[in-house]
């Protein structure tokens, strides 16, 4: 390998590693930030709060006796109760609450009111959701949402004619009227396959007719990782002007040769910053939704697209945008789970299962896209961490609200005996899952 490229790679690799650190402690601080604060709230006395596990490479005593520290292991973080056996909470120190009086029990996660114990716990989860709704709110609020009526902004470059300008409001696309985004999105699938149709639009106060690229042209919004696209060096920016010798005017041109291909290898013609190059991808099996709300596999070259302009927006007010959010947030929820029902019931590949690296490559793609892509992974990573940790599985805070439940139900708490057996489980559990997700970044394309 060449010094430039060796050097780009180690550049490469370093923005990945740093940027999932970098995500997951703040993911991490906001979870058990989240535990800490409620607990302190419910009269719970946190002795430690570490953001990684290992060796604290600083560490602070506050007003409240608690010692904030950073660990030299920066994956993953835990608050540390008084009465606790680990930072787990797990267990509790039988020496420690034998030596601690009545009032002293409780400001204990084991001697503190059940309500306080599991407001506690479920506080982690809640403050991802929290993080997540209020980034996507602000994202939203910054960007802004576009105009009710399809009005260009800015016009991405592209091979073909066009006349249309920044400031244009579209009102019709090959006669079909487009009154709305909605209108102009049922429209793509009208439009003949050229590379250039008829344009209405409102320009100065007139109405005008003019030449411009059919609506949703091959155009790469984006490059998945660990794609086809990806390891074919296709770049944001990047339009597809052919496939196999055929060309290709509109996306859905292209996404039917890459269906009847069935995985067969694909060679594009590539059209980026005025010249035309050609590439060859073969197509992977990935997830997609289907009509009723389920998922099924489909071969990808893992690029997204949109249309051929950047739409004018408005500012959306502070309840429009937290509503934003909060869709946001909620959207990604349904998806996590459809896609684990999905594999569960065999509708798509187990490899869709990912661990830590592909997790760590997706985030170092999202950071070399600019800040905004790396903060809204930082969200969407927030609601999938928060959405795991309430699953009923113990060691994760979904089984200690179990545990919780049972003693409401029951009036006592499970037996220590049957306690400590159902973290062993769950811990397996968790190890198996992280070891699979592993296998799977490794050995799965």
């Known amino acids: ?44 006395k946190a002795e430690v709060f570490s953001i990684g596990f290992g060796p604290a490479l600083w560490s602070r005593m506050d007003r409240h006796g608690t ?70 709110a602000a994202m939203t609020f910054v960007s802004g949402v576009a105009t009710d009526g399809p009005e260009i902004a800015s016009i991405r470059p592209l091979p073909q004619v066009n006349e249309l300008r920044p400031g244009d409001r579209i009102l019709a696309v090959a006669g079909i009227e487009t009154p709305d985004y909605a209108a102009l999105a049922e429209a793509v699938e009208k439009l003949p396959p050229s590379a250039t149709v008829e344009y209405r639009v409102l320009r100065d106060g007139k109405e005008i007719t003019v030449t411009g690229p059919t609506l949703m042209p091959p155009i790469v919004m984006s490059v998945q990782p660990r794609s086809a696209a990806q390891d074919a060096g296709l770049m944001p920016g990047d339009v597809i002007v052919a496939a196999n010798g055929q060309p290709v005017a509109r996306l859905t041109d292209l996404q039917t040769i890459i269906r009847s291909g069935e995985g067969a290898p694909i060679t594009l013609d590539v059209w980026r910053d005025g010249q035309v190059f050609q590439t060859t991808l073969t197509p992977r099996p990935r997830p997609v939704p289907t009509e009723d709300g389920g998922l099924e596999t489909a071969w990808l070259i893992g690029i997204t697209s949109s249309f051929f302009f950047e739409p004018a927006t408005r500012h959306p007010g502070p309840v429009e945008a937290l509503g934003i959010g909060v869709s946001q947030t909620w959207g990604i929820i349904e998806g996590t789970i459809t896609g684990i029902a999905s ?48 699953f009923p599985i113990p060691v994760l805070d979904g089984g200690h609200l179990v545990f919780h439940a049972y003693e409401w139900a029951t009036g006592r708490p499970p037996s220590e005996r049957f306690m400590n057996a159902a973290m062993a489980l769950g811990l397996a559990i968790v190890l198996t899952l992280m070891l699979f997700g592993l296998t799977n970044d490794l050995f799965c394309t």
């Open 67 to 136: 010692r904030w520290q950073v660990a030299a292991i920066p994956l993953g973080g835990y608050v540390k109760f008084l009465g606790d056996a680990n930072a787990a909470s797990a267990g509790a120190d039988e020496e420690t609450l034998a030596h601690l009086s009545e009032d002293e029990r409780r400001h204990t996660m084991h001697g503190a009111p059940l309500w306080a114990r599991a407001a506690t716990v479920f506080a982690g989860p809640a403050f991802n959701f929290v993080l997540s709704i209020v980034v996507f």
């Open 343 to 390: 594999i569960i019931s065999g509708a798509i590949s187990s490899c869709n299962i990912n661990g830590p690296i592909a997790i760590a490559q997706a985030t170092g793609t999202a950071a070399s896209a600019g800040l905004d892509s790396f903060v809204w992974m930082i969200a969407a990573l927030s609601t999938a961490i928060g959405l795991v940790n309430l």
């Open 1 to 44: 390998m060449e010094t430039t490229g060796l050097i780009a790679s180690f550049a490469s690799s370093g923005l990945t590693v740093l940027s999932f650190v970098v995500a997951l402690s703040i993911i991490v601080f906001v979870h058990e930030f989240g535990h800490y604060i409620v607990g302190r709230w419910s009269g719970i």
